[in-house]
């Protein structure tokens, strides 16, 4: 039995997104106005804030305008406001026609919004955290959770030092046991606590299958002839084509950079498609092309999106503690934003604390959560939005976004009609003999690139002597099962060259090249077999992202 050192809060917070730190200022907030002391606690696995925040990011601010209102003169690094938009419709790898503004949906507009680098905006909420006396601690995973009598006390941090098997090395260290009366899990996007509380309480018993994409960014330093400041471009169509949705964009940021991404719905059926290199190419079409040629790339990063919205919530509250932000999946893919409704869901989950705290019998379950969820523009606007994605999953990006203009655009989302989309992601992938290979052009080093190039933008590094983070619940299936049936898409699906099949003495292996994980969560999602779990691997291990 290991001996563990045990920190006592009334409030630990897994994950320093917008969702978590959020919840921490407004919990400060809140104990000051009430003269209530309390320790807060938030740990982040990345080597610092921000390191492994990766979003587009065109952000609204009105859940920031309610929570820090005098964010300009606070500095918050808010430069660039959106001056213009564009929407396309990319017909092939030669054309694409310019949507007028009518017949999109208004969820599309971003007038009063900004460019923003959300990693710096995180950078700049942990100060303000900080301020007020909350702790910050970078480079520790939450590793496991502590559940006793039906009820989370807390999590455990991940132990350091361990070599491949999992034994002491002469550099272990314990992790501690980090123990609070509500503990509150912000990790993101399929966070693995999350999950894990998911299916321990069943809070999705009630809702439809989570949906995900997977989304590409890249930071481009171009031609300063060719920057115009607060632009934004989004896409759809070309290069995905057939059954598989999503979307392009193209950000024009400050300092003559723009942020160029693909997200694509991880529902596609192909397992012959490559993610990766359907954004690669898409960077040779003229929209972009013109753009980006004579620039320089320097920054890159993937990672999923839980875009499923209304349907696929989960119950959020549970005994000990709530799930919050892109770990349930608040974000409205109608917009294309879940930063500000991740910052509203961390602001809810403080209130319902703070009041919970005040109580002389504090009540384990902070079921005032679902009434304050409900009665917030939170709910509203993620209702009103209920039908975006099952809508494109079922009638295609065309269809679909004429009946989400008409539905957003006439009806404010009130039309009498609901549609759920319940197939799995996973479920969705067909056997690899019925569907077409597809042949990718190989990358020219100026607009397109190789993933290891790519990775190595992302200043990802591991400890390289620990126990695999990405762990096979069968090792037989992605040779007997994957590779028979599906061409084992995890050698395409993953952005960042994590899976390869080798051949040793006319013998087919798996190989899993951990080092080079990004973090993104795909292989957890998409997997067909679900055979592959994802869990936190050493602190501060991961990409080290300086501006996405």
Known sequence: MVERETMEFDVVIVGAGPAGLSCAIRLAQ????????????????????????????????????????????????????VTE??????????????????????????????IVSMGNVCRWLAEQAESLGIEVFPGFSAHSLIIEDNQVKGIVTGDMGLDREGQPKDSY??????????????????????????????????????????????????????????????????????????????????????????????????????????????????????????????????????????????KMHFPGGLLIGCDAGTLNFAKIKGNHTAMKSGMLAADAIIEALVQENPTADLSTFAELFKSSWLYDELYQSR????????????????????????????????FKDTTFDHECMKPASECDTISYPKPDGKLSFDKLSSVFLSNTNHEEVQPCHLQLKDKAIPINVNLVKFDEPAQRYCPAGVYEISENEGEKQFVINAQNCIHCKTCDIKDPCQNITWVTPEGTGGPNYPNM
Request: proline share 5%.
């Open 30 to 81: 809140q104990a000051k106005q009430k003269e209530q002391e309390l320790m807060i606690c938030v740990v982040e696995k990345g080597s610092e804030v921000g390191a492994h925040i990766l979003s587009g990011a065109v952000f609204e601010t009105k859940a920031l305008d309610e929570l820090l209102p005098e964010w300009k003169n606070l500095g918050a690094p808010l430069n660039t406001q």
């Open 85 to 114: 938009d564009e929407i396309y419709l990319f017909k092939n790898e030669e054309s694409a026609t310019s949507i007028p503004h009518f017949a999109i949906p208004k969820t599309f507009k971003n007038d009063g919004n900004y």
């Open 173 to 314: 260290m314990p992790g501690m046991e980090l123990r609070s009366k509500y503990t509150v899990f912000a990790e993101g996007c399929r966070g693995h606590l999350g999950k894990q509380l998911i299916k321990e309480f069943e809070l999705d018993k009630d809702s439809t299958p989570q949906h995900y994409g997977l989304g590409f960014k890249e930071i481009w330093q171009i031609d300063p002839s060719k920057h115009k400041e607060g632009t934004v471009v989004h896409g759809t169509g070309w290069p995905l084509t057939g059954d598989t949705t999503g979307g392009s964009f193209m950000y024009h940021a400050e300092n003559n950079q723009v942020v160029v991404g693909l997200i694509i719905d991880l529902n596609y059926s192909n397992p012959h498609l490559s993610p990766f290199d359907e954004f690669q190419r898409m960077k040779h079409h003229p929209v972009f092309k013109e753009t980006l040629e004579s620039g320089e790339r320097i920054a890159y990063g993937a990672r999923a999106i839980a875009k499923g919205g209304f349907h696929s919530l989960p």
């Open 387 to 418: 039908n975006f994605g099952p809508v494109i999953h079922k009638f295609g990006s065309i269809l679909g976004g004429a009946y989400n203009t008409l539905d957003q655009n006439f009806f404010n989302g009130s039309l009498p009609f609901t």
